[in-house]
């Protein structure tokens, strides 16, 4: 099975923010903008095998009002989150790590950092979607640490993914925002 790494340039302080904010606004311009996912996530878990869960639009609403309902379904809280991030955030660029292997992150390396850090806000936490964090702060501590070693590898597409990577870092400070990772 593939997976793939959605990556977005955000202002982490604001969508830390939204957790709890209560915006009645921002929950139906989340939900107006990404009403076909939310029909094809909802029809997907409630394919799924392990349980049904809240509806997308109820995680996404007890985000917002910072009320977890149900914390078995980490999933939904995750799916939820992602789609709110998308719209507060901008997408990275992204070569290659769309349409991966799960032994591809690891060959890269350098991205555990912010693959593995956990979400900035409080939700249950899946194996899918992992989601992952740096402030704009740990971004250009990363860039910096990162210009100082060698990021070769035997592989030219683990070097050519780890120069995306730096990239992202770069753009990120340059635009003195964060990122939020979603591994899919």
Same mark, same amino acid.
């Given at each position: ?9 955000? &202002? ?45 639009? &109820? ?15 980490? #999933? ?22 769309? &349409? ?26 899946? &194996? ?18 990162? #210009? ?23 753009? #990120? ?12």
């Amino acid at each position: 099975m593939s997976s793939s790494l959605n990556v977005y340039f955000e &202002d982490v302080s604001e969508v830390r923010a939204c957790y709890g904010c209560k915006d009645e606004s921002l929950r139906k311009g989340v939900q107006r903008r990404f009403r076909s996912e939310i029909a094809h996530y909802d029809k997907w878990f409630a394919d799924d095998s392990s349980g049904r869960g809240p509806p997308l639009k &109820d995680a996404l609403g007890e985000i917002l009002t910072g009320k977890i309902e149900s914390p078995a379904y980490g #999933a939904q809280y995750g799916y939820a989150f992602l789609l709110l991030c998308k719209y507060v955030g901008t997408e990275t660029s992204n070569e290659w790590f769309k &349409d991966f292997r799960s032994w591809w992150l690891p060959q890269v390396k350098i991205i555990l950092t912010l693959v593995e850090s956990g979400p900035p806000v409080p939700i249950p936490v899946a &194996d899918f979607p992992a989601i992952g964090f740096l402030t704009a702060h740990q971004v250009k501590a990363e860039h910096s640490y990162l #210009a100082g070693i060698d990021i070769s590898h035997e592989r030219r597409e683990v070097v050519l993914a780890r120069m995306e990577y730096i990239g992202w870092l770069k753009e #990120a400070s340059r635009k003195h925002k964060g990122l939020v990772s979603f591994w899919l």
